[in-house]
């Protein structure tokens, strides 16, 4: 396949991604038709048809050939993405800093510690990399916050525990710490679904583990 180019495989990956060629348009910053001419490149180099066009709303269709050069195309453009990483290491020698990150811990923790990273190194390229999934990529990253166990090999260190606080009106609980079983029923207003939220029902509110305590002048 030596007329193949990345960019003919990014586009393949972009319109099976999408489930049409004006999405992949729009996603990659080209025109429809460069997406179309890259396509058939790619088509003339593997020597068949990658996709099945059906026409209208429909979308295309991945052929039994473009779903195996799909599969080794992912295969190269990730690897392509790797090298370039590595590249970019290289070129910073030792003064670049990958961290796996997310909202919270961008909105709270990172500020004051990256601001001590530069100012004990100044030159230093520190570069944040968000990703909301179960199983974060670990392999590119020197550090990362994560609220969990990660799978490969890599260090888990605790950094802290999140407290939960219940907040209610003067006199409705006791002072100190609220049993769970006390909240059974009781009407309460709660935060939207978060990624963990299941985690955390599971893992406290099922146990009766007394997490909840009352914050003075709660009633405000």
Do not use: W
């Not at 392509?80 to 990483?85: I, S, T």
């Not at 670049?96 to 909202?103: A, C, E, K, L």
């Amino acid at each position: 396949m030596p007329d193949a180019e990345l960019r003919h495989l990014a586009a393949m990956a972009a319109v099976a991604d999408e489930g049409s060629f004006g999405r992949a348009a729009a996603r990659l910053g080209y025109t429809q038709s460069t997406i179309s001419q890259q396509i058939a490149a790619l088509e003339k180099a593997v020597g068949g048809a990658v996709f099945d066009r059906p026409g209208g709303p429909k979308p295309v269709r991945v052929t039994p050939l473009g779903a195996l050069v799909l599969a080794h195309g992912r295969r190269l453009l990730a690897q392509a993405a790797e090298m370039a990483v590595a590249l970019d290491r290289f070129k910073a020698g030792d003064g670049r800093v990958d961290i796996g990150t997310f909202q919270s811990v961008s909105n709270v923790v990172l500020p004051p510690m990256l601001r001590r990273l530069r100012e004990e190194h100044p030159g230093c390229d520190i570069r944040l990399f968000e990703e909301e999934t179960d199983q974060p990529a670990v392999s590119h990253l020197d550090l990362m916050f994560f609220d969990g166990r990660v799978d490969g090999d890599v260090q888990h260190l605790k950094l802290l525990d999140d407290p939960y606080l219940l907040v209610a009106r003067p006199g409705a609980f006791p002072d100190g710490p609220v049993p769970l079983a006390q909240l059974d029923g009781a009407p309460m207003v709660a935060y939207p679904p978060i990624c963990d939220q299941a985690r955390v029902e599971q893992g406290t509110c099922t146990r009766r583990r007394p997490a909840a305590r009352r914050v003075p002048n709660g009633g405000k």
